[in-house]
């Protein structure tokens, strides 16, 4: 059996409505624009900084991380409520909703990371049990073990068919918990959201794979306080999304169902009650 403490303060990756164009130094943090050599698009760098870490959990667990996201990708304001360090999204189609969207809030489990994988499914039932109290049809796909870029983490593919501006679509997610190499106790939640108005993004093993997010996740690195890419965070060409080996169906109810007495339990750490700004539909039944 796993013992010790987990817990997580990520928020759920929405779905919202376009609100205006936002700089990197309005929304906070440090950015630079550059034009990857393997893309032809222009990307912009976020550097995470203890300024977005408003809320007391992201302060108390906060980590160093960067990554570069396409340019013309928004980036939701940083409130005192906030629970993402960040999250970018893209533009949304006239009368569609958001294509893909990116998110990063923290992680914080035990200093030894096989103690973290094995407490893999709490901390993934603790985000289930939201997304299922907030997407109409949701259904975890499969989890397990995977890695982003050489970096250990534990995913979650999930599916769903909430009604989005005024008509039923198809969401696609993927949720990572990535502890740092060098300090397991601490790390990151990373949500990734993908619907049917992508152009390229057709079914869940697309997320993160196809579309836009392969630019981010490929740049994804834990970084010291200064930007630079940590040593043990090893830099790669292209996102490494090792497939789930033998990874069995989970429901809703066995994902978010009561854990053992014994299993890590959330130690103070939260998931945002998901909220929709879709254009008019509000939030699903």
Not at 192 to 201: N, P
Request: charged share 15%; glycine share 12%.
């Amino acid at each position: 059996m796993v013992s010790g403490r987990i817990g997580l303060a990520a928020a759920a990756a929405l779905l919202v409505a376009s609100c205006g164009e936002q700089t990197a130094q309005q929304a906070g943090g440090s950015a630079q624009v550059s034009v990857p050599a393997d893309t032809a698009a222009v990307t912009t760098t976020y550097v995470n900084s203890r300024a977005n870490a408003v809320a007391p959990n992201l302060a108390q667990h906060y980590v160093d991380f960067s990554f570069d996201y396409p340019s013309n990708w928004q980036r939701e304001p940083v409130t005192p409520t906030s629970s993402n360090y960040i999250k970018v999204y893209a533009p949304r189609p006239t009368g569609a909703t958001e294509p893909e969207n990116f998110a990063v809030g923290s992680f914080y489990g035990t200093p030894d990371m096989n103690t973290n994988m094995q407490a893999g499914p709490q901390v993934m039932g603790q985000l289930a049990q939201q997304f299922g109290r907030s997407f109409a049809g949701f259904q975890v796909v499969d989890q397990g073990e995977s890695t982003l870029n050489g970096l250990r983490a534990y995913q979650l593919r999930f599916s769903a068919t909430p009604e989005l501006g005024g008509r039923q679509r198809q969401l696609w997610g993927r949720a990572m918990m990535v502890p740092m190499p060098s300090n397991p106790a601490k790390g990151v939640m990373i949500v990734m959201l993908a619907t049917d108005s992508s152009r390229e993004v057709r079914g869940v093993e697309d997320v993160g794979v196809r579309g836009e997010l392969p630019i981010i996740l490929r740049s994804f690195r834990f970084t010291d306080a200064g930007g630079a890419a940590a040593a043990n965070a090893p830099a790669g060409d292209a996102p490494v999304l090792r497939p789930i080996p033998d990874a069995a169906p989970v429901g809703p109810a066995e994902a978010g169902g009561k854990p053992e007495a014994d299993a890590p339990q959330q130690d103070g750490g939260y998931v945002e009650e998901p909220a929709y700004d879709d254009g008019g539909s509000g939030k699903p039944e």
